[in-house]
């Protein structure tokens, strides 16, 4: 896979087959949630998100009004096919708590009140469609691996995974929102996919049962982006756009990442 992706301009095949779009209209969150309906109730069928529930096909919640949200559009059909979303600190109830807070057991050395509050945000409702999904039986990787084309195409992947495109507009929210920091509840089977693309999350407790099988999880924005500069550096260009959206508190100038890594060597 990374030969794959050395051998391609990574950020050209990203414009080639996806765009980012912000949902920050009533029209677009309104794709956000029949799209999470689609996924979380009608294809996932997860526990906690039964279709009976939401009747008129749109699943949404109290996080949704003080979140950043974006979808994920495939050029070749125009469709949505994919969405996260960025659950930020409540304006209105700066000590509300993060769902990671609520619902996880965090372990002892792993204080979420020393974190910088103001600058950090859960990464929730990451998804894609069903059809981008490999599906059980197909050869050459797992059942839940993510393809870019449908399955009746026979060509060479050039953008290596969906998810890596969500990636790119969860970065971008984050520095335009000044968050520094990410919180999540996630599979630990998704961690390990985003290990590939140098976007590992921290575990910073055990596992629950919420929604399935999940795992609460911590990172660092600059260090992780960081370690990806110097070990995913084709990566690095595509989710920070060239080092133009990099996260970082209001009124402070990100450190350029040659400094950061001279400092390293030294």
Not at 167 to 189: E, F, K, N, Q
Not at 217 to 230: I, Q, T
Not at 232 to 246: A, C, Q, Y
Request: proline residues 9%; contains cysteine; aromatic residues 8%.
């Amino acid at each position: 896979m990374l030969e794959l992706i050395q051998m391609n301009d990574i950020v050209t095949a990203f414009n080639e087959y996806f765009e980012v779009v912000d949902a920050d209209t009533p029209e677009r969150l309104q794709d956000v949630f029949r799209l999470r309906y689609q996924v979380l109730c009608i294809e996932q069928r997860l526990p906690g998100f039964e279709a009976s529930r939401y009747p008129d096909g749109c699943e949404c919640d109290s996080y949704d009004a003080h979140s950043s949200h974006m979808l994920l559009r495939h050029r070749p059909s125009g469709d949505f096919v994919g969405t996260a979303r960025l659950i930020l600190p409540d304006p209105l109830t700066p000590e509300k708590p993060f769902p990671i807070e609520q619902h996880a057991q965090l372990d002892p050395f792993f204080n979420i009140n020393r974190l910088p509050r103001q600058h950090a945000a859960e990464v929730s409702r990451l998804l894609v469609v069903r059809r981008f999904r490999r599906r059980k039986g197909d050869s050459g990787g797992p059942e839940n691996e993510i393809v870019v084309e449908d399955r009746a195409i026979e060509k060479p992947r050039r953008f290596p995974h969906p998810v890596l495109a969500l990636a790119v507009g969860l970065i971008r929210m984050s520095a335009a929102h000044h968050i520094t920091h990410w919180l999540s509840i996630m599979d630990p089977a998704l961690n390990r996919l985003l290990t590939l693309y140098g976007l590992q999350h921290d575990p910073v407790g055990p596992l629950i049962e919420h929604h399935g099988q999940r795992r609460p999880y911590h990172v660092d924005l600059s260090a992780m982006l960081n370690r990806m500069h110097e070990s995913h550096p084709l990566i690095w260009e595509l989710v920070t756009d060239f080092g133009r959206s990099l996260p970082a508190p209001p009124g402070s100038a990100p450190v350029p990442i040659s400094t950061v890594l001279a400092d390293i060597e030294k």
